[in-house]
């Protein structure tokens, strides 16, 4: 049965003038629905993905990944041993880092589930799958705020070395290579203690820059 003809004419019997270019779009939009439904792997963007791994139990038998433990894959190839799995904070990667949760082997029965992990830590991650941020409460999550921002609870750390950069501030309005933070109240971080006053913080050097006073 040819599907597309009998939808032209459909199309046709409704008026449509543009038929031919309404039923190309909408084939064009099933098929890459479908080819991407069904690509086995997690998708994270820039040619990443996250690729199940192989489980087995305290005597050697090969059990099931049911969770999706994986590791990061670039174009098929392995970038990491690291175990990952894709969280609710992930939205893939963005300027070079991507959100996931990291899982460690624990020996401890207390502290690990069925498949001898641990329970899970947030992180971002770099594009050689190195951490960057992690978060020692389960509870909180780093946030990718862009380039190499991101922040934790109350502060704002430098991706590329870890480190605190400045508190968040009373108010703080993203634009779309830089934040402006108002530090109007005495917050204080055993790394970093700003003066009050209006700052900007760019997202590609992290470097802060003080526009003004609190009047």
Same mark, same amino acid.
């Given at each position: 049965?040819?599907?597309?003809?009998?939808?032209?004419?459909?199309?046709?019997?409704?008026?449509?003038?543009?038929?031919?270019?309404?039923?190309?779009?909408?084939?064009?939009?099933?098929?890459?629905?479908?080819?991407?439904?069904?690509? #086995? !792997?997690?998708?994270? +963007?820039?040619?990443?993905?996250? $690729?199940?791994?192989?489980?087995?139990?305290?005597? *050697?038998?090969? /059990?099931?990944?049911?969770?999706?433990?994986?590791?990061?894959?670039?174009?098929?190839?392995?970038?990491?041993?690291?175990?990952?799995?894709?969280?609710?904070?992930?939205?893939?990667?963005?300027?070079?880092?991507?959100?996931?949760?990291?899982?460690?082997?624990?020996?401890?029965?207390?502290?690990?589930?069925?498949?001898?992990?641990?329970?899970?830590?947030?992180?971002?991650?770099?594009?050689?799958?190195?951490?960057?941020?992690?978060?020692?409460?389960?509870?909180?999550? #780093? !946030?990718?705020?862009? +380039?190499?921002?991101?922040?934790? $609870?109350?502060?704002?750390?430098?991706?590329?070395? *870890?480190?605190? /950069?400045?508190?968040?501030?009373?108010?703080?309005?993203?634009?779309?290579?830089?934040?402006?933070?108002?530090?109007?109240?005495?917050?204080?971080?055993?790394?970093?203690?700003?003066?009050?006053?209006?700052?900007?913080?760019?997202?590609?050097?992290?470097?802060?820059?003080?526009?003004?006073?609190?009047?």
């Amino acid at each position: 049965m040819n599907y597309k003809s009998n939808f032209l004419s459909y199309l046709g019997m409704l008026g449509l003038e543009d038929k031919y270019g309404v039923i190309d779009s909408l084939f064009s939009d099933i098929v890459d629905h479908e080819e991407n439904k069904r690509y #086995p !792997y997690e998708k994270l +963007g820039d040619d990443y993905d996250l $690729r199940p791994i192989d489980l087995k139990d305290d005597k *050697g038998n090969d /059990i099931p990944n049911t969770s999706k433990y994986c590791n990061l894959y670039l174009n098929g190839n392995k970038v990491s041993d690291k175990v990952f799995r894709k969280g609710g904070m992930c939205n893939g990667f963005k300027d070079g880092y991507c959100s996931l949760i990291y899982y460690t082997k624990e020996k401890t029965k207390s502290k690990r589930n069925n498949e001898g992990f641990n329970f899970g830590t947030h992180v971002i991650i770099n594009a050689l799958g190195e951490i960057k941020l992690k978060v020692d409460n389960s509870l909180d999550h #780093p !946030y990718h705020i862009g +380039g190499h921002l991101a922040s934790i $609870r109350d502060y704002i750390y430098d991706l590329r070395t *870890g480190k605190v /950069i400045t508190p968040k501030g009373s108010t703080t309005i993203s634009g779309s290579d830089f934040i402006i933070i108002e530090h109007r109240y005495g917050w204080h971080n055993k790394e970093v203690t700003l003066p009050l006053g209006i700052y900007k913080l760019d997202f590609k050097t992290a470097e802060i820059i003080k526009l003004g006073d609190i009047k």
